[in-house]
């Protein structure tokens, strides 16, 4: 009887995780058909289309970070220089095989996997001597990472000629190239790369990162993941590899991050690796995307990404008022998410539904 009671709540609690992940999918894909519908329509402004990419864009980001803070249960501040790998990994492939006859899409879907790659080796490549630190100290070693990375891409000159491939941390006279092509130019950075990142491309893209994520966190190797979080000391004593399953996720994160930094290339014409593109407060940001979305809480992540990224451009007409508002929504989405009162009466709504649809099941 008990075993028949245990398999019948793990397929409740299946079912229940298959339905939260189906939500999750069709609120994206809602979306992107109700801004399609208006698209068409013409009824979108020119600033909203312009925002269309960054915000799958910002979403990713904050999903792929969710599963280092809130999954992990470890704090990076560098999540923007996996960013950056991506960016100019991708954009130096794609300006290599701009004048080559392959098609486009598969230039571009080819840049993806090489910026998602290269951002992956850099995220495996750190994490193996960062992950054995907790607490502040992996987040200032992460946050000095970012930092790293930009100012490394920053003093970089690389071109390619008849001979190969030429780099220089001096100037592009540096190079010693017998004609050929500059590719990266140290801080003008990468300029001329096709503008192929799409709003779709960019949807499916945070299909695919949720796929990843979601699928992660509820198979045995995401329970090990959050084993780890909760109590680090219990996990290893059951023969957890600690290092082995927090570099899993660290790596996992910054390839779906290296992704995001393929779309943020291909969306621009000239490519640097400023402050305000790959910094420091990049990597803030997208932090308080997780927060206010909750932490551990993917969907939430999404939401707060599109909403706080949309909300200063929607506010721009109301000069004197728009940062005002924008900290009161901030401070409204932190209680909404972190207050044990709100989240209890979240809780016993959810439940509410639950009980009906569980109604509904059983009188059909």
């Known amino acids: 009887m008990k075993m028949k009671t245990t398999s019948m709540s793990m397929s409740t609690a299946k079912a229940k995780t298959f339905r939260s992940n189906m939500i999750t999918y069709g609120m994206v894909i809602l979306a992107y058909i109700i801004v399609e519908i208006f698209l068409n329509a013409g009824q979108v402004s020119s600033l909203i289309k312009g925002l269309l990419v960054p915000l799958t864009i910002y979403s990713i980001m904050a ?32 300006m290599l095989m701009k004048s080559s006859a392959m098609p486009p899409l598969l230039r571009f879907i080819i840049a993806i996997l090489i910026g998602a790659t290269a951002a992956a080796v850099f995220g495996f490549l750190i994490g193996i001597p960062v992950l054995r630190l907790k607490g502040d100290y992996l987040a200032i070693v992460t946050l000095a990472f970012g930092e790293i990375i930009k100012n490394i891409i920053n003093a970089l000159y690389f071109g390619i000629d008849d001979h190969g491939a030429h780099f220089s941390l ?15 130019k140290g ?72 992704a995001a930094g393929v779309l943020y290339a291909h969306n621009l014409s000239s490519l640097q690796a400023l402050p305000k593109n790959f910094g420091y407060n990049q990597s803030i940001m997208i932090l308080v995307f997780v927060v206010m979305g909750g932490i551990g809480n993917v969907r939430g992540s999404v939401i707060a990404a599109v909403i706080l990224t949309l909300l200063p451009e929607v506010l721009r007409g109301l000069n004197d008022y728009r940062m005002l508002m924008y900290a009161i929504v901030l401070i409204l989405m932190m209680l909404f998410t972190s207050a044990p009162s709100l989240i209890a009466l979240r809780q016993q709504i959810m439940a509410r539904f639950g009980k009906k649809s569980d109604e509904g099941k059983e009188t059909t």
Request: a positive charge; glycine letters at 12%.
């Open 187 to 258: 801080a003008q950075g990468i300029t001329g790369t096709p503008k192929q990142a799409t709003f779709t491309i960019g949807v499916i893209l945070l299909l695919v990162a949720l796929f990843v994520v979601l699928n992660l966190i509820n198979s045995r190797t995401g329970r090990a993941i959050m084993a780890i979080r909760d109590n680090r000391i219990a996990a290893e004593s059951i023969g957890l590899n600690v290092t082995r399953y927090k570099l899993m996720a660290f790596t996992i994160s910054a390839a779906i991050a290296g």
């Open 63 to 94: 999903v792929s970070l969710n599963l280092v803070v809130g999954i992990s249960g470890e704090l990076s501040l560098g999540h923007a220089g996996f960013m950056c790998v991506g960016a100019f990994a991708s954009a130096t492939w794609t």
């Open 170 to 184: 001096k100037d592009s006279l540096s190079l010693g190239m017998d004609g050929g092509t500059v590719i990266i």
